[in-house]
C-alpha cells in the first residue's frame, strides 16, 4: 500500500485537451509534491504544495498548476496538452517540506 | 544548477553476483543524498538516504550506500543480489542543512535479476 493515492491510473487525452488529476496524501502528511516522468527519464519536480499554497515550483511552463484543498489533498492541471507531455505523473507527500517523500504509483497521460 | 548521473542504465546480473551502481552528483554545498527503487507495478520506494554522519549507509534489503563527498559520488551496493532485486534504481539528492525535500532524480538504472 503505497499510502499516497493518485486517481485516475491511466488516461488518454486529445492535443489542446485540459486535464485535472488528483492525490491524496499519506495520512498525517500536509505536503504534497508533484513530479513528471517521461518515458526512459527520472522524475522532474514540478512543484510543492503547502498550506494551500504553491512552495516552491521547478522548471514547468504555467500551463501546468495546481491547487491544494484544506484536507491537504491536491489537484494537477495541465492546459493545452502537447504530445511531449505524455508521462507518468508522481504525486509525494510528506510531514513537512525535508522529511523524505512517500509517492504515489502515478497517473499515466497519454496525449494523442 | 544540480544534477545527478547514474552511469549505468541497463543492468543484468545473476543470482548471487555482486552489484555496484554508479551515482555522480553535482552541487558544490551541503547534500542529501537517496537511492529510490520502483519495483515492477509499484510505487518509487525509498530504499535507503544520507543527511550526515558515518558515509557508509545501510538500507533496506541488504543495500548499502557510500557517500564519498570528494568525488561527489553516491554509489549503491549490494554483495549478493537475488532475482527480486529486479527493479529500476534512482538516485536522487536535494539541498541539505534541512533547506528542502525537492529532489533531482538521476535517469535510472534498470537492473534485471536472472536466475
Known amino acids: 500500500d503505497a499510502g499516497v493515492t493518485q486517481s485516475p491510473t491511466h488516461l488518454i487525452k486529445t492535443r489542446g485537451q485540459q486535464v485535472t488529476l488528483r492525490c491524496s496524501p499519506k495520512s498525517g502528511h500536509d505536503t504534497v509534491s508533484w513530479y513528471q516522468q517521461a518515458l526512459g527519464q527520472g522524475p522532474q519536480f514540478i512543484f510543492q504544495y503547502y498550506e494551500e499554497e504553491e512552495r516552491q515550483r521547478g522548471n514547468f511552463p504555467d500551463r501546468f498548476s495546481g491547487h491544494q484543498f484544506p484536507n491537504y489533498s491536491s489537484e494537477l492541471n495541465v492546459n493545452a496538452l502537447l504530445l511531449g507531455d505524455s508521462a507518468l505523473y508522481l504525486c509525494?507527500?510528506?510531514?513537512?517540506?525535508?522529511?523524505?517523500?512517500?509517492f504515489g504509483n502515478g497517473t499515466r497521460l497519454t496525449v494523442t | 544548477a544540480q544534477s545527478v548521473s547514474q552511469h549505468n542504465h541497463h543492468v543484468i546480473l545473476s543470482e548471487a553476483a555482486s552489484l555496484e551502481l554508479g551515482c555522480n552528483y553535482s552541487?558544490?554545498?551541503?547534500?542529501?543524498l537517496f537511492w529510490y527503487v520502483q519495483y515492477p507495478g509499484q510505487h518509487l520506494q525509498l530504499l535507503l538516504k544520507y543527511f550526515s554522519g558515518d558515509p557508509l549507509v545501510k538500507g533496506i534489503k541488504g543495500f548499502e550506500a557510500e557517500f564519498i563527498k570528494s568525488k561527489f559520488s553516491f554509489n549503491l551496493r549490494k554483495p549478493s543480489v537475488q532475482w527480486s532485486d529486479t527493479a529500476e534504481y534512482f538516485c536522487?539528492?536535494?539541498?541539505?542543512?534541512?533547506?528542502?525535500?525537492?529532489?533531482?532524480f538521476g535517469t535510472g538504472t534498470l537492473l534485471a535479476v536472472q536466475p
Open positions: 536522487a539528492v536535494n539541498q541539505g542543512g534541512g533547506a528542502t525535500n525537492k529532489l533531482i
Open positions: 509525494a507527500s510528506s510531514p513537512d517540506r525535508v522529511t523524505p517523500l512517500h
Open positions: 552541487y558544490g554545498g551541503t547534500v542529501n
